[in-house]
């Protein structure tokens, strides 16, 4: 959808069209040239493509900004006006896509509108369902609660993507059913009925969704436990293959995501037991096959906040980090990576904008305040393959009623 909003600049005769691609965070912005590159080149072979000047729109994607909202509006701590792009100096650019948009403040919003030329189009693309920023306002949410009523002047603006090739259809049954697209019974989200309608799915498909009830499932348990901790292992023996690609493509077939940092069912706990079982090896901070998680932009390396990479050696045989870069990898020096931290297991939070062949999402022992339906939705739209829940039916049922409450008041403003 939005490689064809892209060329139909150019079947317009549009020539030199400037072009931004952001987002909230370095990881998702990384991928949004590339990605729309191949958008494009499978667009070329279709009718759709006829009459695009396909010179203009590959020289457009190459001189096309790429990167953070932050670094888009020239953010700078120490200028006296701490975004360069601003109501006064607008950003040169035509068309301003920001992917990722659930999880952009209403502060960095209001940045971002007031720092656009009246005359360039502002694209927001992204998941009104998953969570909101963790600073305030859930800008998009509020968007599309307006934008989806016809009365609206955003309604002929809007296009509402339901459609969906990346999730096998057990599991996106339940996304659909957490989003409650059709509401049968008398249900509204978050009303009993629809939590026992969740229920109800998940004890009845169980193909590629497992659903284990801690205080009940005992087995179930200790065989994912081992199941995490086999993968660590296999990690770890990829990482030493001297073939970086495969440890990087390795990562990706499995990932825990837990509600919260701390407590037995947090991240710390899950690392620290998957380190514990892996053994002394684990005692060297840079050991091969170490998971890490960039948790504070490094702009001297390029690598942001939320990118992930795992510790490899080099060819002389010391450790380095190996990032995914486009279709490859490139390596960073440990000594340049400041500030990360082991990711055999991560928050539902930080894995915002990626996806894995299997995903665990771990629940707490008590429903909390953090844990919302955005919250569970987020987790569990992350696997594209296989999909196993760690919760009690009480947790459970406390999440898919709870929903993340902001006042905001910009859906009534619209």
């Known amino acids: 959808e939005v490689a064809m909003k892209f060329i139909d600049r150019f079947k317009k005769g549009e020539r030199d069209v400037r072009v ?3 987002a909230p ?7 949004m040239r590339e990605v729309l590159l191949r958008e494009c080149d499978e667009l070329k072979k279709l009718p759709e493509g006829k009459d695009v000047d396909w010179d203009a729109v590959s020289a457009a994607i190459d001189l096309a900004f790429s990167g953070t909202v932050h670094s888009l509006l020239g953010f700078g701590p120490s200028r006296d006006t701490r975004y360069k792009f601003n109501a006064d100096n607008y950003l040169p650019f035509d068309w301003v896509v920001i992917d990722e948009a659930s999880m952009l403040p209403s502060s960095m919003m209001y940045r971002l509108v007031e720092a656009l030329d009246p005359s360039a189009a502002l694209l927001l693309v992204g998941d009104p369902d998953q969570l909101a920023s963790v600073d305030a306002g859930s800008v998009l ?19 509402v993507m339901r459609d969906q090739w990346r999730l096998p259809p057990e599991i996106d ?3 659909r059913l957490l989003r409650l697209e059709t509401p049968i019974d008398g249900q509204t989200l978050g009303n009993p009925e629809h939590v026992d309608a969740v229920i109800g799915y998940l004890q009845a498909n169980k193909t590629l969704i497992s659903w284990i009830n801690p205080d009940t499932d005992k087995d179930a348990l200790v065989d994912v436990r081992k199941k995490v901790v086999d993968h660590a292992r296999q990690l770890h023996d990829a990482a030493k293959s001297s073939d970086p690609q495969s440890a990087l493509n390795k990562r990706q077939e499995l990932q825990v995501l837990c509600a919260h940092r701390e407590g037995k069912t947090g991240v710390s706990y899950w690392n620290g037991f998957v380190e514990h079982e892996l053994g002394a090896y684990t005692e060297l901070r840079w050991y091969f096959g170490r998971p890490v998680m960039v948790t504070r932009n490094n702009r001297s390396v390029d690598l942001y906040n939320g990118d992930v990479g795992i510790i490899v050696p080099d060819a002389d045989g010391r450790p380095v980090g190996a990032f995914s870069d486009g279709g490859t990898f490139r390596l960073v020096p440990t000594m340049r990576l400041e ?3 082991s990711v055999h297991a991560l928050t539902i939070h930080k894995s915002q904008g990626s996806e894995y062949d299997e995903v665990i999402v771990v629940l707490p022992n008590e429903s909390s305040r953090i844990l919302t339906r955005e919250l569970f939705y987020t987790g569990i739209t992350r696997t594209k393959n296989r999909l196993t829940i760690i919760g009690s039916e009480a947790v459970l ?3 898919v009623s709870q929903a993340i409450r902001r006042a905001s008041g910009l859906a009534a403003r619209l």
């Open 173 to 175: 049954g339940l996304a």
């Open 20 to 22: 931004a691609l952001a």
């Open 339 to 341: 500030d990360v931290e």
């Open 25 to 31: 965070t370095g990881k998702a912005a990384a991928r």
């Open 397 to 399: 049922r406390s999440a």
């Open 141 to 159: 949410g509020d968007i599309a609660k307006v934008a989806t009523q016809k009365g609206s002047v955003l309604f002929s603006q809007t296009k």
